[in-house]
C-alpha cells in the first residue's frame, strides 16, 4: 500500500492552509506490494482479533500506548480495554504483525462455502457488427488472454450485433445459439439467457478446452448489412437502424452471471469489445450529437461532449456489481462512440477503459495480458480514518462509495496499479495545536480478497491435492502514518510533492470539466497557479520593485527560491496544453478526451506525471547516456549535440536519431544496447502496453515527436491563446499574478 501526499509537514491550521495556496490530500494505491518507500507489510493472521477503537474504531497499531491491561488509540486517544485474549497475544509483542509495523497484512477467517466459489471466470463479449480487421485483432488478444489465464479457470465466449451469441465449447464442435435483439429503445431479450443454455455449458474449464476457444473464436465472421437489416428492421422510409444491440447483450450477460454469484463465482470478469457506438436495443446512442450543430444550437461543444447522455449504462453498472462482474471495455474505432456514456460501466464496476483509434499498430493483445498476468484484489472495502483535528472532504477515483457510511469506498475489482486520492479539511478552527506533542495521524484499512492458486496451497502446506482447485483467502491490510506539522509557510513548501499536488489537480480540473467545461477546468487550473504565485512570493517576501528606476515590480514565477515547487509551473503549463484541456475547436475528439479522464484519475503519481510532462533523454552513443533530461524543444535537441533522443510519454515511447547522427549508427538500436534495455524495462513497469516508434529526422515523418515539444511559441501555428510557449506562458502568469495582488 503506498501511500503520498500532497505536503510531508501538514499546515498547522485552515489560515496556514489558505495561505500556503497548494491542495491538501493523499493518493493511495491499497494493493501496491509495498510501500511508497519500497517496503513489504508484516504478514499475519487472525486479522478478526485485531483490537479496535471503542470510539473511532481505528486498528490498534504502533503509534498506540499500550499499558498491561488497555491501550490507547493514536487516532482519537479514547483509552481501551483490552480483552483477555488480546492480553495474552501481547504478552509476547514481537510475535505481532501489529506491534513490529505499521504497515501490516492479516489473514481474515472466511466460511467453508465462500472457499468454494474460488474458480475464477472470464467471458469475452465480441463485437460482430465490425470488421474483418477487428475480428482479426480480438482473436489475437483472446489468444493472448488465454495464455495468461491460470488453471482452473472458466471461459465463456459471447457475440453481439442485432442478436446475441452464446457459445458452448465443451463438445467436439462449437455450438453457438442465437437470441434476437429488439431494436427499440426500452426492449429487453424476449428469452432469459439461461433458457438459451445453461451456464454451466457455456462456461468452459479453460484448462481442458483452450484448443477448442482457439477453433471457436476462429469461426468469428462479421455480421454482413443484409443480416442486420433484416435483424435490426428498417426505420421511416428505410432507412437503417443499425445492428449493435451492446446494452441489451451486457444487461442479459450480467442478468444471466448473477444468477450464479455466490455459487459458481465469487467475480466475473466481461471483456468487452466494441468497434463503435451501441445502435438498437436498449442503451442505444445517438451519435449525431457529435458534428457542427453546436454552433446553431448555442451549445458549449467542450461541455456538451462530456456528459452522459443516458443513465443507462450508469444504471447497468449498479447490476454488474450487483452481479458480482466487473466490466473491462475495450473500444476499437476511430468513430465518435460516446464513451462518455459508456465509461460507467467499466470504471464503477472496478474496470478498464480502453480506447485503440487503429487496428494497424493496437496494442490490444499486449494489454489483455499483462492485465491478466498480474495480480488483482477483489470484492474491495477501503476506509480512511484520520486523527480528530482534520477529515476527508472528498475522495476522487474508480470506485462507488457507501450508501451507509462516510469515507468507506467499495471497490470491485482493484490490481497494484489501481490509484485513488483524498482532499483533506480541518474539522474545526483549532487546528493542530503547538502546546501538544500529538501529530496528524492517518489510517488506512483495505479488506480485500485473492484468489490463491492450488499451487501456493501446496507450498503453504496443505495436502488436500485431490481436486486442483483455487482457493478464496480474505484479507485487511492496514496502513497507519504519522506526519509532522509545519509552523511556518516555508516548512509547508520544503515538504511539497509536485507529483501528488499534480494528481489532486487533475481530479480536481477533470470534475470541473464534467461539471462546468472544458473551459472552466482549464481557468480553475490557471487561477490556482496564480493565486500559488501570489502566496508563494509574499509569503518568502520576494515581491521588489524595479531597479534603476522602473516602477515595475518583479514576481518570482519560477520558485526560484524553492526547488520543491520549481516543478509545478511547467506541469501546469503541459497540463493545459495536454489534449485532456485542449479546447473542442483544436480538433480534440471527445472520446480520446474521456479515454484520458478515465486513465488519468487512476494512475498512481509518478505515472500521471510522466504522462502529462513526458521525459526527454538524450544519448552520446546506444550504451552511454548523454543527458538525463531535457526541456521539450527545438533548441534542447540543437544546443546538446546528441545523436540519439529518447522520449518517454507514458503512452508513447519515441527513439529519434538526430538528422546529424553518425549513419553507421544501427537504426533501429539492437536488443542488446542500453537503449533497448531502457525502453524493455519501461514497458515491463507499465500498467498499459506503450507503443513504441523508431524515427530517423531528416528521413521519417518526425511529428508525432515533435508535437511533444511543447515549450517554443505558436509551434503548432494555430492561433489559438492556448497554444503559447512556456516562457509566454510564465510571462502571463506574471501579469495575472500582480493583477491578482493590486
Known sequence: MAVRATVIRFPSDQDALEESGLPWGVTVSPFATKDENGNPPAYGSDGHLLPRCENC??????????????????????????????????????????????????????????????????????????????LELVKSALLAALEALGPGSLFGLATFSH???????????????????????????????????PLSSFLAPVDTCKDRIASALETLRPTTSWERT????????????????????????????????????????????LSGAPDIGAGQLDTRRYGEQYASRREDADRALLPEQTPFYKDLAAVAVQSGVCVDIFAVTNEYTDLASLKFLSIESGGSLFLYTSTDDSTLPQDMYRMLSRPYAFNCVLRLRTSSEFQPSHSYGHFFPDPQYENVQHIICCDSFATYAYDFEFANNAGFSRHTSELPMLQIAFQYTVVVPPDELANAGSHNTTRAKHSLKRRLRIRTLQFGVAHSINEIYDSVDSEVVLSLLVHKVILASLEQGVREGRMLLHDWLVILTAQYNDACKLIQSGHGGSTGVHIDVAFSQCPQLQPLPRLVFALLRNPLLRLHEEGVHPDYRIYLQCLFSALEPSSLNRAVYPL?????SLDKQAYPRHSLSRAALITSGSPIFFLDAFTNLIVF?????????????????????????????????????????????????ENYLIEEQDVEGSGFTSVMGFVSFLEEINQSTLEYMK
Open 57 to 134: 474504531w481505528a486498528y490498534y497499531n504502533t503509534y498506540c500506548e499500550q499499558e498491561q491491561w488497555a491501550w490507547t488509540c493514536s487516532l482519537c486517544g479514547t483509552l481501551n480495554g483490552l480483552s483477555s485474549e488480546a492480553i495474552t497475544r501481547y504478552s509476547l509483542p514481537e510475535s505481532c504483525p501489529e506491534n513490529i509495523s505499521s504497515f501490516i497484512d492479516l489473514e481474515l477467517p472466511m466460511e467453508e462455502s465462500e472457499e468454494m466459489q474460488a474458480r475464477p471466470v472470464y467471458v469475452a463479449a465480441v463485437d460482430l457488427a465490425s470488421s474483418e480487421e477487428f
Open 163 to 197: 442478436k446475441i451469441g452464446l457459445y458452448d465449447v465443451q463438445g467436439p464442435i462449437p455450438v453457438v445459439k442465437n437470441v434476437f435483439i429488439p431494436h427499440d429503445s426500452d426492449g429487453t431479450v424476449s428469452m432469459e439467457l439461461q433458457d438459451v443454455m
Open 230 to 273: 433484416s435483424g435490426a428492421g428498417q426505420g421511416l422510409d428505410g432507412v437503417f437502424l443499425g445492428g449493435r444491440g451492446f446494452g441489451s447483450a451486457m444487461e442479459a450477460l450480467f442478468n444471466y452471471l448473477g444468477s450464479e454469484y455466490g455459487n459458481t463465482f465469487a467475480l466475473a470478469r466481461v471483456f468487452a469489445f
Open 616 to 620: 526527454l533523454t538524450s544519448y552520446a
Open 657 to 705: 536519431y538526430a538528422s546529424t547522427a553518425d549513419p553507421s549508427l544501427p537504426f533501429p538500436p539492437p536488443q542488446d544496447c542500453l537503449v533497448r534495455t531502457t525502453i524493455n524495462k519501461l514497458k515491463q513497469e507499465r500498467c498499459i502496453t506503450p507503443k513504441l516508434s523508431f524515427i530517423k529526422g531528416g528521413q521519417d515523418d518526425a511529428t508525432v515527436f
